[in-house]
């Protein structure tokens, strides 16, 4: 199998350009799915400064998942190549407007990252918006910051977001105050929309000195 391609200069939007514009962390590890990843990459770009995130500062394998004749589960392929721009531990949340927890393999072994549940917890803490889509609930449901809550994934991932003390929406996508989750990538484009949304509340709040929450 070839290997697959990586994203060259130009292509991934380049963090000192707009240093000025309010920044976004998004997640990646190895096993994220690509188009979870790249839409938002680049959606966001449009708007705020998004910096990649992950357990070192390395590059990463993105994978495309996908529903193929004769699979009762996804099938796997090589996806894109990206490279993180902070490592997970030396991320300072006070950074950041902005958090954004893609799908695919990768949150089964990112939630064991102690740094990253650390994250996730001071995101909450501070009332920050948070997107979460597909096994991206997987993070959140290690980081105990959807008891109590509803929330939208894929259906295989309901016992996660249960057992977490989450209620399972059939729904394709949930708001419950700063997080927003959606189920796949057929719910991409209204995801992030209601994410910039909030976003956009909630930097009005915090310049106009009212509470972030």
């Given at each position: 199998?070839?290997?697959s391609p990586c994203f060259q200069p130009g292509l991934k939007p ?16 190895d096993g994220a799915e690509v188009l979870d990843t790249m839409v ?151 995801w992030m929309r209601q994410f910039v949304q909030m976003i956009q ?13």
């Amino acid at each position: 199998m070839s290997a697959s391609p990586c994203f060259q200069p130009g292509l991934k939007p380049d963090p000192q350009q707009d240093k000025d514009r309010p920044r976004i962390l998004l997640v990646v590890g190895d096993g994220a799915e690509v188009l979870d990843t790249m839409v938002p990459l680049y959606r966001l770009g449009e708007d705020f400064q998004v910096l990649i995130a992950a357990p070192e500062k390395r590059t990463y394998h993105l994978v495309i998942h996908e529903l193929a004749d004769g699979w009762d589960i996804t099938e796997e392929r090589p996806g894109y190549r990206l490279a993180a721009d902070v490592a997970f531990r030396d991320v300072r949340t006070e950074d950041y407007v902005g958090l954004v927890l893609p799908g695919g393999r990768a949150p089964e072994y990112l939630r064991y990252d102690e740094h990253l549940i650390r994250i996730t917890r001071e995101f909450f803490g501070q009332a920050k918006p948070v997107a979460s889509i597909c096994h991206g609930i997987e993070i959140l449901g290690a980081a105990d910051v959807i008891r109590g809550r509803a929330v939208a994934t894929i259906p295989k991932c309901r016992f996660d977001a249960e057992v977490c003390g989450a209620t399972y929406a059939q729904e394709p996508m949930v708001r419950a105050g700063n997080l927003i989750c959606a189920r796949g990538k057929k719910d991409l484009a209204p995801w992030m929309r209601q994410f910039v949304q909030m976003i956009q509340e909630y930097l009005a709040r915090t310049k106009s000195g009212g509470d972030s929450r």
